[in-house]
């Protein structure tokens, strides 16, 4: 595939994940990579990805992430801002640390990463597409930060869209339950892991949990001339959850 | 709240139209509760708030004479609430059309025609002054899907959309429309539901099943039809004079929050 062929792109967040899948998506469609994250460069990272340490929180980073993208790539034309960490409290568990750290990456990492991009888009256009949540709509409990911070990701997506076409394209993907090394961890945690899951499939009409390369398809799509069309969306891919009432009596 | 306003409720005698009823005699309105029957779906005798209508909202003709009753009588219309409705348990691939075309006709058709027809007497209540609402009766389900009830869910949805529709046209006229959504009410037709197709996998006894559905809420209960009246009973009064076009999810917080996996 060569839909993004000679098209510069930041995954943030790319090393693990959906990040990862992301970023593999982008590649095999012909984008040059430039993917970051607060630790080292990750061991099995094909030599042609440029990796750049930062932590997005930071503005000072951001710019550098940006700037040594375009430095090894030219004009950087597809941002995926899909950097974020959960936290699991109330509002009244939450600490100011909790805070600072959780928006600090959900909410100010992807300002910072817009911000930072926006200008040294090149007059072709480019396309930002931002990680939301099915829990910035609808709320998963003592997720009370998490499911704000993916609030402000979708009105931010509407309002960057607005502000920045017709040059720029912003767009949002809403992942529902993707099994990551996160979620199969809490999974393990469960009083009986495989009832557990089988009643997580149970709530899906899909009849499976997602996976990484789910969200990466339509990402993918949404960064490609084939959505030249599409701004200021959000996109839930959940198979289905959503779709259906949180009461569910066949699951008694 | 409602002193000297004029009222017609369609579903008058099912458990939340019968709630609306006493709760709008209770602010002093004049209440006609339009319904099949004197006791709808309650049982024989167990009250009788405000004056019975004979009238099925599939027959044209019932409504017409319903609404020249009211003429007749009080001479205009200040409040209809669209309350009739039915459900049907079953995927589209075992709906028949009979089916379908019935549940539409009541839950969708019977709303266009009672507020096409209540209109010119709701007109006369506007231009006395008052402002005159009509409020339907959506559900949550208009927005997203309880399985095996496909026609049920789309008719809900087309409520909704033609509540903003009629907002939309007769704002102008002084004429507010609104939808109410409600979630689980405990009524005749819920508990119909989980004695049918609705029941848990678990089997156990309705009481059972109440108790797990309580628990799957926010707040911990199921609605009450008086529930449903207080919003109705505020949405009908002044105090909403600048809310129309909109849709009130009423169901404990069910809604907002995403199904929750049993670990």
């Avoid at chain 1, 979708?154 to 394209?169: E, F, K, M, Y």
């Avoid at chain 2, 939340?16 to 209440?31: K, Q, S, W």
């Amino acid at each position: 595939m060569t839909a993004l062929a000679g098209k510069a792109a930041i995954v943030t967040g790319g090393g693990r994940g959906i990040g990862r899948a992301v970023t593999e998506a982008l590649r095999a469609a012909g984008a040059d990579l430039t993917i970051c994250g607060r630790g080292a460069r990750p061991e099995d990272l094909p030599a042609e990805i440029l990796w750049v340490q930062g932590d997005v929180s930071r503005a000072d980073d951001a710019a550098r992430i940006c700037a040594e993208a375009r430095a090894e790539f030219g004009p950087v034309s597809i941002l995926v801002n899909n950097a974020g960490i959960q936290i699991e409290k109330t509002v009244t568990e939450t600490t100011d640390d909790d805070w600072d750290r959780l928006i600090g990456a959900n909410c100010r990492g992807v300002f910072n990463m817009c911000r930072a991009f926006i200008p040294q888009v090149p007059e072709t256009g480019g396309s930002i597409v931002n990680l939301g949540s099915v829990s910035g709509e609808v709320a998963d409990p003592s997720m009370a930060i998490y499911n704000a911070s993916k609030g402000f990701v979708h009105a931010l997506t509407r309002s960057i869209a607005v502000d920045h076409g017709p040059r720029i394209r912003c767009n949002a993907v809403r992942p529902g339950w993707i099994m990551t090394d996160m979620a199969e961890a809490g999974f393990a945690l469960a009083h009986d892991p495989e009832r557990a899951r089988a009643d997580a499939i149970a709530r899906h009409p899909a009849g499976r949990l997602g996976a990484p390369q789910d969200v990466a398809g339509a990402i993918l799509w949404l960064v490609s001339d084939a959505a030249g069309f599409v701004t200021g969306q959000s996109f839930t891919i959940d198979g289905g959850l959503t779709s259906a009432s949180p009461l569910q009596p066949r699951l008694f | 709240m409602l002193q000297g306003r004029v009222a017609l409720v369609t579903g008058g005698r099912g458990g939340i139209g019968r709630a609306i009823c006493a709760r709008f005699l209770h602010e002093g309105a004049t209440v006609y509760a339009a319904d099949l029957s004197d006791h709808g779906s309650m049982e024989a005798g167990a009250g009788d708030a405000g004056r019975f209508i004979r009238m099925d909202v599939t027959s044209e003709a019932e409504i017409r004479a319903a609404m020249e009753t009211v003429a007749g009588d009080s001479g205009r219309l200040d409040i209809l609430v669209n309350a009739a409705g039915i459900e049907l348990e079953h995927t589209i691939e075992h709906t028949s059309l009979d089916d379908w075309n019935r549940i539409f006709a009541i839950n969708v058709t019977g709303t266009f025609l009672a507020a096409k027809h209540a209109l010119p007497l709701l007109r006369k209540a506007s231009a006395g002054g008052s402002t005159a609402s009509i409020i339907n009766f959506g559900s949550y389900d208009g927005f997203i899907a309880d399985p095996g009830l496909a026609a049920y869910c789309a008719t809900k949805g087309a409520v909704h959309a033609l509540t903003r529709a009629m907002a939309c046209d007769h704002g102008p006229e002084g004429i507010r429309v609104n939808a109410i959504c409600p979630g689980y009410v405990d009524t005749p037709m819920l508990r119909g539901f989980f004695s049918g197709a609705g029941s848990g996998a678990g089997g156990g006894t309705l009481g059972d099943v109440l108790d797990k559905v309580r628990e799957v809420h926010p707040t911990r209960s199921c609605g009450t039809p008086e529930d449903v009246a207080n919003l109705v009973n505020w949405l009908a009064s002044d105090e909403a004079r600048y809310a129309s076009g909109q849709l009130w999810v009423l169901d404990g917080g069910l809604t907002a929050q995403v199904q929750q996996m049993k670990f």
